[in-house]
């Protein structure tokens, strides 16, 4: 084996040119491979955290909407907080009611959280621009939207009126900004005493919202809680929420897998025919070599070698080009505030996987340059000169 990798790497030296455009070969394909799964892998990561990031992945309310959860710390301590797959949990309830400033109203929807877990889940502190987060009953957070769209004021009472249930003074503490309009001018942001005291309900909440560990086993959690808490919860996941999501998700998964198998049959057909052409330009030193004693065995092995060698040396470059494209990605296709439009993401594993993929693929293509020099002849070689 140390004989043929010396000869090989001996080949490979000999005919610079050829080898260099050979490994350039592997490397752009390998990068390739590097950039397509990289940016699709961070895009995919974008989209999930960006639909899913700051909302409830797994949610369980009552199977009745007109019933409330009221056990639900007994609830929470003996089915979800020993369970490792679950990472956050916050309690809501809601209601829907009008908004009313002197002639104005508007429909608005009152959640009241556990704000400690609700913050964790929402992220309520970093959406905050201005004001504060509610300490006290009867305080709330409105979105920029309503704000501005109504002439609201930090610090001014307003009235809250749910139909058919009673009505409430709010002071306005906060204003906050998800960038979602359904949620910027329709949320009022509260905790659960106050919308509890509206509704005169106690100590009961119309959700429990979790966000899980592993976004894409939300189903899986939510089989298994379902079936421990009965028929009297329904609980629901945002993977049925989003199908649609879900499908695009998947169509580049399968496109960026497409892409990397074309990639990588191009790189060994490539190898293969260029190797092919070597065994015959190398034909007289093999012969030579098989006169002096040498197998067609270890005649094989040289080819085998230099197609390790390609790949290796194929798999560096690869990575390394992949990586400055994707950094460079980023630094070129921006959004008008300055953010990369795709995070960049680099997933050790993936890299690992792309180069050892190049390193088998050139050791496969090999194969067939091996075989050859294997039946090269002695006899015929000294023949044909």
């Given at each position: ?317 690869g990575v390394s080009l992949g990586l400055g ?61």
């Open positions: 084996m140390k004989l043929a990798l010396q000869i090989a790497w001996r080949f490979l030296t000999s005919a610079k040119g050829q080898t260099i455009m050979i490994v350039l070969g592997i490397s752009i394909g390998v990068s390739v491979q590097v950039f397509i799964g990289s940016l699709i892998q961070g895009l995919q990561i974008s989209l999930v955290d960006a639909t899913i990031g700051n909302s409830s992945q797994v949610t369980i309310t009552r199977a009745n909407e007109e019933n409330y959860i009221e056990s639900y710390d007994e609830l929470t301590s003996t089915y979800i907080m020993d369970d490792e797959d679950i990472d956050i949990v916050s309690y809501a309830i809601d209601q829907p009611a009008t908004l009313v400033d002197q002639d104005q109203t508007s429909p608005v929807l009152l959640r009241g959280f556990s704000l400690e877990g609700a913050n964790d889940l929402y992220g309520f502190d970093e959406k905050l621009i201005e004001g504060r987060m509610p300490e006290a009953k009867d305080e709330v957070l409105v979105g920029d939207l309503l704000l501005e769209d109504m002439q609201l004021s930090i610090g001014d009472t307003y009235e809250i009126n749910a139909l058919n249930i009673g009505q409430i003074e709010v002071e306005i503490v906060g204003v906050y900004d998800f960038g979602v309009t359904a949620i910027d001018e329709s949320w009022l942001v509260t905790n659960l005493v106050t919308v509890q005291g509206l509704l005169g309900i106690g100590d009961a909440i119309s959700s429990i919202e979790m966000q899980v560990k592993e976004p894409f086993d939300a189903d899986i959690i939510m089989e298994d809680l379902q079936n421990d808490l009965g028929q009297d919860y329904y609980v629901s996941n945002w993977k049925d929420q989003n199908a649609d999501l879900l499908s695009g998700l998947n169509g580049q998964s399968v496109s960026s897998v497409m892409i990397q198998v074309f990639v990588t049959l191009s790189v060994v057909l490539g190898i293969a025919s260029v190797l092919a052409i070597t065994v015959l330009q190398k034909s007289k030193q093999l012969g030579i070599l098989k006169a002096m004693g040498i197998k067609d065995k270890e005649a094989s092995l040289i080819f085998l070698s230099e197609g390790f060698i390609l790949g290796i040396f194929g798999a560096i470059g494209l994707s950094l460079a990605f980023t630094q070129f296709a921006v959004n008008p505030d300055g953010t990369p439009v795709v995070d960049l993401y680099i997933d050790p594993q993936f890299i690992l996987l792309s180069a050892g993929i190049a390193i088998l693929a050139a050791s496969l293509a090999s194969l067939i340059p091996a075989r050859r020099s294997s039946k090269i002849s002695v006899i015929e070689v000294i023949k044909n000169g």
